[in-house]
């Protein structure tokens, strides 16, 4: 079987899986983006976030939902309010942190070249230690003020998500164009010759702001090696 053969029935396969997230679908912010990768052939997501604001006590061993030891409080996809923080630190038993998080998104690529459309990364975050041994260690006067960062930080995301969408979608139909462009001969011979160069080069120097992961841990369970390229993008550029 050849390599974008292989690569068809992984991405049919996955796909093909059921949503294991807590919360069981797509968020809405980033339907379009994820639908528009998993329409390319070169492209599939495995996982994805919008963007969240969620409220973390890694002391707690309660009924509320655990990911790696730590329980979620509090999390939610929209700006939120103080009173709903004030009520779930009202539970916290170790050191709750307040935490926003920017849009997260997995997507496997079916060759490098495909990866470097992807070359972006963020550092828009927020994370604040609220309760320590589950005492409220800070005012409700600076609780607001935090909440009111997070609200603006989930904004500025859903725009930056946008923009990236527009992007995205200009610079597929861009290489869209190229290829159709082109003798398949000529491309195939520059992309061989751009894949064996680019071997030899650190990738992620080459590639800008990307990070590439030839295994991703998320597929470990596969049956199959990987046919493609793993790509974690935390849009912040665009």
């Known amino acids: 079987m050849d390599h974008s053969a292989e690569f068809r029935k992984w991405k049919a396969q996955c796909l093909s899986k059921a949503d294991l997230s807590r919360k069981g679908s797509v968020d809405e912010d980033v339907v379009e983006l994820v639908q528009l990768l998993n329409g390319r052939e070169q492209f599939f997501t495995t996982s994805s976030c919008a963007g969240r604001i969620i409220l973390l006590d890694p002391g707690i061993n309660g009924s509320e939902v655990q990911k790696q030891n730590c329980c979620w409080l509090l999390v939610t996809h929209k700006p939120c309010v103080k009173d709903d923080v004030i009520v779930a630190l009202k539970k916290a038993n170790g050191d709750a942190i307040l935490k926003f998080e920017p849009l997260v998104l997995h997507v496997q690529c ?9 070359a972006v990364r963020s550092t828009h975050g927020l994370e604040v230690p609220l309760t320590h041994k589950g005492k409220l260690m800070v005012t409700e006067e600076y609780i ?14 859903k725009k930056r998500i946008e923009r990236f969408y527009n992007c995205l979608q200009h610079a597929l139909e861009k290489e869209t164009i190229s290829m159709t462009s082109f003798p398949k001969e000529k491309i195939r011979e520059k992309n061989n010759s751009s894949y064996t160069h680019k071997k030899k080069r650190n990738p992620e120097k ?4 990307y990070i590439t992961e030839e295994n991703n841990k998320e597929l470990e369970n596969d049956d199959h090696d990987d046919p493609g390229i793993s790509v974690t993008i935390f849009p912040e550029d665009y």
């Not at 080459?206 to 702001?209: E, L, P």
């Open 110 to 118: 079916r060759q490098l070249q495909d990866a470097q459309i992807l």
């Open 144 to 157: 607001n003020f935090l909440i009111k960062i997070a609200n603006q930080k989930m904004e500025e995301n």
């Open 206 to 209: 080459a590639c800008g702001k």
